[in-house]
């Protein structure tokens, strides 16, 4: 079964600095990776996902990441934050062969400070 | 399009008490279908999963059961609560892996 962590429970930035959010998993097969975002009170939200190609992934409100197979990663990073991006931001994995659910990290709590 | 939706919103029970979340979804067919709980600094936990009607998985051993019932309706009971079943709970559907959530039901048990 595949697991996932995040180094990081909290993050506390202020705006205009640049965020770098550490996400590893196991598994010894192909994955599709995930970064969804939860800002208060609203939805679990997907923010981008990598399945297969270039391992530099564009997603919403100017987030990427980048998945690197050999260290197991897929950081999720953003060069300028804003006020608003203060939210709950999961890693997420889920096996890319037959039948898998999606594991997710612990979470990180990210602050910022306008 | 495709939406879920998923109720109450929130809900406070006293321990000992029944416990029913249901979830539905509308605009796809043959969902797989998920129920998470978030407990405070524990993450998204998987609860439950369905591939079909009356198909159910159990990921963790717990004090609750999940049902399928129809093909786009999920639900998540429990016959006697325990402060511990307290947290946020998702619903969740997948089609080739993309998934979409619920906005989540927030269980408080007194």
């Known amino acids: 079964a595949q697991s996932v962590s995040q180094h990081n429970h909290h993050v506390i930035l202020s705006e205009a600095a640049s965020l770098e959010l550490g996400c590893n998993y196991s598994?010894?097969?192909?994955?599709?990776l995930f970064w969804y975002v939860q800002y208060p009170g609203q939805h679990l939200q997907l923010l981008l996902k990598y399945f297969s190609g270039d391992p530099l992934v564009k997603g919403i409100k100017g987030f990427e990441a980048e998945f690197i197979k050999s260290k197991f990663s897929f950081n999720l990073r953003k060069p300028s934050v804003q006020w608003s991006d203060t939210a709950e931001y999961f890693c997420a994995v889920n096996a890319n062969s037959g039948y898998s659910t999606l594991t997710f990290g612990k979470g990180t709590m990210l602050l910022v400070s306008p | 399009s495709q939406t879920i939706h998923q109720w109450p919103a929130t809900l406070v029970q006293p321990v000992g008490s029944p416990l029913s979340l249901e979830c539905t979804v509308e605009?796809?067919?043959?969902?797989?279908l998920y129920w998470y709980r978030q407990a405070a600094g524990r993450g998204l936990q998987l609860l439950f999963y369905?591939?079909?009607?009356?198909?159910i998985s159990s990921e963790v051993p717990q004090n609750l059961s999940a049902s399928r019932p129809q093909d786009r309706q999920f639900i998540l009971s429990s016959k006697k609560l325990l402060l511990s079943d307290s947290g946020f709970y998702l619903c969740?559907?997948?089609?080739?892996?993309?998934?979409?959530f619920g906005s989540g039901t927030r269980l408080t048990v007194v």
């Open positions: 605009g796809t067919s043959n969902p797989n």
């Open positions: 598994y010894g097969g192909t994955v599709n």
């Open positions: 969740a559907w997948s089609v080739n892996y993309g998934y979409t």
């Open positions: 369905s591939v079909g009607i009356g198909q």
